[in-house]
């Protein structure tokens, strides 16, 4: 790759559920293309997946900023939507906050958070109340 680094914004349309998925479909194409192994692909795209869902049921969407490093991968989450009152909580694998319509649609288990944490090296989440939330997680190369 270099040692250039890429970088890639995608909006997140949080009115629409069969779009969400779309930027982690995009990233794995990216990542594939550049030459990632199939474990980092995997990583990364299941932890922008899980981030993208949760924008759209929690947040009314956002955007993913996605940093391709030589040494690793950044994704950003940035929404406006009601934050997260208690990080630790929403952190416990099973909490959810999601109401009942989504979960009949198979959504708010209450695994995206975990998951994103599982999948990558570093995970970050800043969140203020009614004003939004921002995560940033890293997957090492």
Do not use: W
């Amino acid at each position: 790759m270099g040692n250039e680094s890429l970088y890639y914004r995608f909006d997140v349309d949080g009115e629409n559920f069969t779009s969400a998925g779309e930027a982690s479909v995009q990233t794995k194409r990216i990542l594939r293309r550049v030459g990632f192994s199939p474990d980092i692909i995997k990583r990364v795209s299941i932890a922008m997946y899980e981030g993208e869902i949760n924008m759209v049921i929690h947040a009314c969407g956002g955007v993913v900023e996605l940093f391709i490093e030589e040494d690793k991968i950044k994704i950003i989450l940035t929404d406006h939507g009601p934050g997260i009152e208690n990080i630790d909580l929403a952190m416990q694998e099973g909490y959810s906050t999601a109401p009942d319509n989504i979960r009949s649609l198979g959504f708010g288990a209450g695994m995206g958070l975990p998951n994103m944490k599982r999948y990558t090296d570093s995970m970050e989440i800043e969140s203020k109340v009614g004003e939004g939330t921002k995560i940033t997680m890293t997957v090492n190369v």
